[in-house]
């Protein structure tokens, strides 16, 4: 992977990786709805006018307005709602861990459709540390843990793991921007009535506010810029791997922020988490062709679809 490459996947990895830390700040002082409100109608607002610019976004909309509006419930509408009310009882970096399972429910999916990607050895291994590590991590919080709040984090990672596939399959022709504004709009209207009925009578403080902007500005809208490019630079696959780093940045600002507990067992898990993901990204190496048995070299950079699209990949979280 080139350098390029290397910045834009650490950078998601802090991208998707914090928002654990806002969404449990934020749901402190407003009620959950209320923070996918204020994350979705932010998030709308910033990408929005960029969708209108490229043009045709009515007629984008409704020609696809079906399995956008599928997309739209399983990848947003459910999975944040459920997510956010699960930390209202889930540390941060635990609600981070378990969301890092996504890319092995994704996995089962796509077996499931009859999807037959060669991943290769080297990659296969760095999926099964990364999922050791969030293993290493989950476990011994799973059995203290909430029944309801870990039934509500698996409903996202459920949807997270789905909603990819309905990208994938129905939506690939559409921009990246006129697909995810018109998703955050429908999503804010969707919350709007929820909102008010529990919109604060005092004013939230300072860190609250905060968290909810973060989460608009940092966490969806520029976080879905910042996906594309990484998915242009290394290709669909590889793009989703910065999954298995979210937890390792989850748990350290969990660690920094909210006084969450940082031992020898997460920092086992940060090292398998994140040597899972240097394999997972690297290149499957040479392989035998069926039709010739002659060896060729899968390129270490592919070249992505137009418009790049992944059958896998978690949308902002």
Same mark, same amino acid.
């Not at 390029?4 to 959950?32: C, H, Q, T």
């Not at 990408?47 to 599928?70: D, E, K, N, Y």
């Not at 709007?192 to 608009?216: D, E, K, R, Y």
């Given at each position: ?12 990895? *802090? ?9 449990? *700040? ?5 009620? @959950? ?39 739209? &419930?399983?990848? *947003? ?58 293993? %290493?991590?989950? %476990? ?6 909430? *029944? ?8 996202? &990672? ?15 022709? &559409? ?14 209207? &969707? ?57 390792? %940045? ?54 992505? @679809?137009?418009? @790049? ?9």
């Amino acid at each position: 992977m080139t350098a390029r490459g290397w910045f834009l996947f650490l950078l998601m990895g *802090v991208l998707w990786g914090i928002p654990y830390l806002m969404i449990k *700040v934020a749901v402190d002082g407003v009620s @959950p709805s209320m923070v996918v409100f204020v994350r979705c109608a932010l998030g709308a607002a910033l990408l929005l006018p960029f969708a209108i610019r490229q043009g045709g976004l009515a007629a984008t909309v409704r020609t696809h307005w079906r399995p956008m509006l599928a997309f739209a &419930v399983i990848e *947003v509408i459910g999975p944040w709602w459920t997510l956010t009310d699960a930390e209202r009882h889930l540390s941060s970096s635990t609600a981070g861990l378990l969301i890092a399972g996504v890319p092995i429910v994704a996995v089962l999916l796509t077996r499931f459709f009859g999807d037959t990607e060669h991943l290769g050895g080297r990659r296969l291994t760095g999926l099964m540390l990364g999922l050791a590590g969030v293993g %290493v991590l989950t %476990v011994p919080h799973l059995t203290g843990g909430d *029944v309801r709040s870990l039934a509500e984090v698996a409903v996202t &990672v459920i949807g997270y793991a789905t909603a990819p596939l309905i990208m994938a399959r129905h939506l690939k022709q &559409v921009p990246t921007l006129q697909l995810i504004a018109p998703v955050l709009l429908l999503s804010a209207i &969707v919350y709007a009535p929820a909102a008010a009925l529990t919109w604060p009578t005092a004013m939230p403080s300072t860190s609250v506010l905060a968290s909810l902007a973060g989460l608009g500005v940092i966490c969806t809208a520029l976080a879905f810029v910042v996906f594309l490019e990484l998915i242009r630079e290394v290709g669909p696959t590889r793009a989703t791997v910065f999954t298995y780093v979210n937890p390792a %940045v989850a748990v350290a600002a969990g660690a920094l922020f909210l006084d969450e507990k940082l031992t020898i067992t997460v920092l086992l898990a940060f090292a398998l988490i994140l040597a899972g993901s240097f394999l997972a990204t690297a290149s499957s190496g040479p392989r035998r062709t069926e039709r010739t048995g002659r060896t060729e070299r899968v390129p270490s950079q592919p070249t992505p @679809p137009t418009p @790049p699209r992944d059958r896998s990949a978690p949308a902002a979280r």
